[in-house]
């Protein structure tokens, strides 16, 4: 009965998902610079619905927790092309990330930093041993809607409103070819970020 109720949520919440993108209009910059190479893309838990409707049928694979309200997001994206990988920084993080560097060989990678727990904003140093060990650049993701509704959640999580418009800035690559190279690639995806988020602001 509980795996019926799964699949049953999967099928459900992916057709939902595909209702919702049909009404929204996007509006990408700067995609094109991770289009055409495997990259990690990095964008904070709050707007993991956001982007995973912007890439949707892309093949990324998707770094999900292990526990049971993971498989109520897993199982809608791998209906949607996505690839979830299992884990978490503290539970099967080691088997997760084996798997995310394998995956990557093949496709591009997303990951929320500070997912699934938070605190929010905050950085787990695998991602960037990922990004390491796989060889690939970090592409910082930025998003904004002018419609949403906001989750009373620790990430404040975002939910596009039907008819809402999102835009989405890639930010150029950022590597990092040693440990050292961590805090400054850090430095960057924040002030990446944090403009963005300003120019939104400044907008509104």
């Not at 699949?7 to 459900?12: I, N, S, V």
């Not at 109520?72 to 996505?82: F, K, N, R, V």
């Not at 009373?152 to 690559?173: E, L």
Request: with cysteine.
């Amino acid at each position: 009965m509980v795996k019926f109720l799964f699949w049953l949520e999967k099928k459900l919440a992916a057709k939902f998902m595909l209702l919702l993108r049909r009404s929204i209009k996007f509006e990408v910059q700067n995609q094109e610079a991770s289009d055409d190479i495997k990259c990690i893309y990095m964008f904070w838990h709050r707007n993991l619905l956001i982007l995973a409707l912007q890439r949707i049928y892309r093949g990324a694979g998707v770094l999900v927790s292990s526990s049971k309200d993971g498989e109520l997001i897993a199982g809608p994206l791998s209906e949607l092309g996505y690839l979830p990988i299992r884990g978490s920084s503290t539970r099967q993080g080691s088997r997760a990330m084996k798997e995310m560097i394998r995956i990557s060989q093949s496709n591009s990678l997303a990951i929320t930093p500070d997912g699934p727990k938070g605190p929010p904003f905050t950085f787990h140093a695998g991602v960037f041993q990922i990004a390491l060990l796989a060889k690939i650049p970090i592409i910082a993701v930025a998003a904004h809607t002018n419609r949403e509704w906001l989750f009373n959640s620790w990430d404040k999580f975002r939910f596009p409103k039907p008819f809402s418009t999102i835009t989405v800035f890639y930010s150029d690559p950022i590597w990092v070819t040693n440990k050292d190279d961590f805090p400054k690639a850090e430095a960057q995806i924040r002030s990446f970020l944090s403009a963005k988020e300003n120019e939104f602001e400044a907008k509104k």
